[in-house]
């Protein structure tokens, strides 16, 4: 399954590709920069900062800064990682910033998209990559 992550609430794309992952499918996510979170610009900066100066460059928690790593942790959060079939699962699971030239009959999820959601607050991943110190 490819899917195109463009105006795409990122929890619900997460949701979806964990799924897949579990029954057995390969996901890759394209756009993962155009991936949108909903909420407050000014909550939803601070949560992020908050989370990435936490703890100790040693031991963690490791919050990545890049778009692509962003989406994979969410989706990460979604299957049960520490055992087997979420080991499997977690790689089958494939985030890129644009578009591989490898991949084509992209997707898109209708439940996802943004224009569902009743307010107009939301903040794409690639701001908040920005903002978090990402090339």
Excluded: W
């Amino acid at each position: 399954m490819n899917i195109d992550a463009t105006n795409l609430i990122m929890g619900r794309i997460a949701t979806v590709a964990a799924k897949k992952a579990l029954l057995g499918e390969t996901v890759n996510i394209v756009n993962c920069d155009k991936a949108v979170i909903t909420g407050n610009k000014k909550t939803t900066l601070a949560e992020f900062k908050r989370k990435r100066e936490m703890g100790i460059p040693a031991k963690g928690p490791f919050i990545h800064r890049s778009s692509d790593k962003i989406m994979k942790r969410a989706i990460r959060g979604m299957i049960p990682y520490k055992q087997e079939k979420g080991v499997k699962a977690f790689k089958r699971v494939r985030c890129y910033v644009g578009v591989p030239e490898e991949i084509k009959n992209l997707e898109t999820i209708k439940e996802a998209d943004v224009s569902k959601v009743p307010n107009l607050k939301y903040l794409s991943l690639g701001k908040i990559s920005k903002f978090m110190g990402s090339k």
